[in-house]
């Protein structure tokens, strides 16, 4: 009881105060600077620019304190997507341990006092204040500043950009038949920039959708002219092709599909890599852990900064000894994994049921291993050179933002829709045939048939990653966890929902709404218990309304 009381007391400290970057900020942190201070110098600029990718990957990032394991900045939302897309599970004996469960299954507390409205919510504004500080200190307008001033405020309108796309694939609600979001459709979140005070924070709307696109495209538009002639200095900051990629998200999410075709072919173009090879992908010292040539936008864990829990790498190798893996054993639906053919490598990212009957698979561990481990384990995310024992070694790693493999499929499913599915179908079987399966040959004259089959293979593609539960939300796809033969390990997990589940609204956190007097009686409906586990197999779970 007393470290509830604790819980709570911390989370009570985090307010709509943390919101504004002209507001004194009440989060424990001590990475982070003033726009005046940033302002400063051009060196502090750098420093201030360079925090922003560091923050990303920062465990506790939210609380700065060990209060809840799915504290971890950016890649909690890689965990949380594909948990909420229901294509992962936790497959070993102590799935219990498995934190970011409730986004599979929303059975325990999923409302607006829960960690799961809290840390979305406060990770992406703490996010969108560094990105603020820094737009903050630099005046755009003004013809005397450098090429590399000018290009880093692009960099952080850029990553301000990604934050709010994320806010809104988030917290806008989509319709389902399990809640009733008619009092807040359309909404999405409210508007905090640089220039946003106190009072304002006091009295501050959630956006509408078509306000936040032009924002966010707004955003963007400066980015990329603040970035022309411009290189960041690694990839660990957002380049102009990333800027391409995030306009063809957006617009792909407000279903302008011909500007998202445009958008993520210019992206594929700048960047002018190439996706995974198989050897890349299924390496047991660099899979998944090192930035390579499909990598466009990543974040990187330092040795020295690392938590020894609340790093990706613990939570999502299937061969570590260390972190949560090692007990909840992450592994991927029986369902999509059965989607993958035998001759695409990447189901060799998964066990078989027949371990090496089926494949020889690479590891770091030994046969053992392999064959005492459960079917459909993950060895996606590799530990750093393949050291699986010591957690500051092997969690050293880059982790993947943005690959141009999601450019490549959001050009297919763009072009499907705003030139016909033919058009579409070429271009996916020309990814497929050229990166993944060389004799995949998908046909259909159904445009609804041709959007789920490109879903089906962004989840395959970024399993793990999260990167197809914004298109999910957005087609709708139906849910199907409890079938004949599911491997969902126990029944808060064998869920059906038609279109989708009701936990993809997340919930505003209850400071928020307390705090900001004009968010009052417009929160997303909770949806905790809205569906009970086991739904009977062959039936989709009632609707509640």
């Not at 006092?113 to 200190?137: E, G, H, M, R």
């Not at 959630?206 to 022309?228: C, V, Y």
């Not at 173009?269 to 996706?275: L, M, R, V």
């Not at 929902?497 to 968010?519: C, D, F, Y």
Request: net charge negative; charged share 20%.
């Amino acid at each position: 009881m007393k470290m509830r009381k604790y819980i709570l007391l911390l989370i009570s400290t985090v307010s709509i105060l943390a919101l504004s970057s002209c507001i004194e900020e009440t989060f424990p942190e001590g990475d982070t600077a003033t726009s005046e201070q940033i302002g400063a110098s051009a060196s502090a600029l750098e420093a201030s620019l360079n925090g922003i990718p560091s923050q990303m990957a920062k465990g506790y990032y939210v609380y700065d304190d060990q209060v809840h394991e799915t504290d971890l900045s950016y890649p909690l939302f890689m965990i949380a997507q594909t948990e909420m897309l229901g294509d992962m599970y936790p497959l070993g004996s102590n799935s219990g341990y498995d934190w970011f469960r409730n986004y599979n299954t929303f059975n325990g507390a999923f409302g607006e006092s829960s960690y799961f409205a809290y840390l979305p919510w406060f990770t992406l504004y703490k996010l969108i204040k560094s990105a603020n500080d820094v737009i903050a200190a630099v005046d755009i307008e003004d013809e005397s500043l450098t090429p590399a001033i000018r290009g880093a405020a692009g960099v952080a309108y850029a990553n301000r950009a990604f934050n709010y796309y994320l806010l809104t694939v988030f917290f806008e609600p989509a319709e389902n038949i399990y809640t009733d979001i008619s009092k807040v459709k359309g909404l999405t979140v409210p508007f905090v920039t640089e220039a946003t005070t106190g009072d304002i924070a006091k009295n501050n709307p959630r956006a509408p959708h078509d306000e936040m696109i032009a924002f966010i495209l707004s955003d963007l538009d400066k980015a990329e002219e603040l970035m022309e002639g411009y290189t960041p200095p690694s990839r660990l900051f957002p380049s102009i092709a990333v800027v391409y990629g995030l306009k063809a998200k957006v617009y792909l999410l407000d279903e302008q599909y011909d500007k998202a075709a445009e958008f993520a072919a210019k992206a594929i173009s700048a960047f002018g890599g190439s996706p995974v090879t198989a050897a890349q992908w299924e390496d047991e010292k660099s899979g998944f852990n090192t930035a390579n040539q499909a990598w466009m936008w990543y974040i990187t864990y330092s040795a020295e900064g690392m938590r020894n829990l609340a790093n990706f790498t613990g939570w999502m190798s299937g061969e570590a000894d260390w972190g949560y893996s090692s007990l909840t054993n992450p592994g991927i639906d029986r369902s999509l994994y059965d989607k993958i053919a035998p001759n695409d490598f990447r189901k060799n990212t998964f066990l078989h049921p027949d371990k090496y009957n089926y494949h020889n698979y690479k590891t770091s561990r030994d046969a053992k291993f392999i064959n005492d481990a459960p079917a459909y384990l993950s060895l996606k995310f590799r530990c750093r050179e393949g050291d699986w024992e010591t957690y500051s070694i092997g969690g050293a790693v880059d982790v993947p933002v943005m690959r141009v493999e999601e450019m490549y499929l959001i050009e297919a499913e763009a072009v499907g829709m705003s030139q016909g599915v033919a058009a579409g179908l070429a271009k996916l079987n020309s990814f497929m045939r050229n990166y993944r399966q060389p004799d995949y040959n998908f046909t259909t004259g159904d445009q609804r048939a041709f959007q789920i089959e490109v879903l089906t293979q962004m989840r395959i593609e970024f399993w793990g990653e999260g990167n197809a539960f914004p298109s999910a939300k957005r087609i709708k796809p139906d849910i199907i966890q409890n079938y004949e033969g599911t491997n969902a390990p126990a029944d808060i997990f064998k869920l059906n929902a038609k279109g989708i589940k009701p936990n993809w609204n997340l919930v505003i956190p209850i400071s928020e709404m307390n705090a900001n007097v004009a968010l009052q009686g417009l929160n997303n409906p909770d949806p905790t218990g809205k569906i009970t586990g086991p739904t009977p197999i062959g039936q989709f779970a009632p609707g509640q309304f």
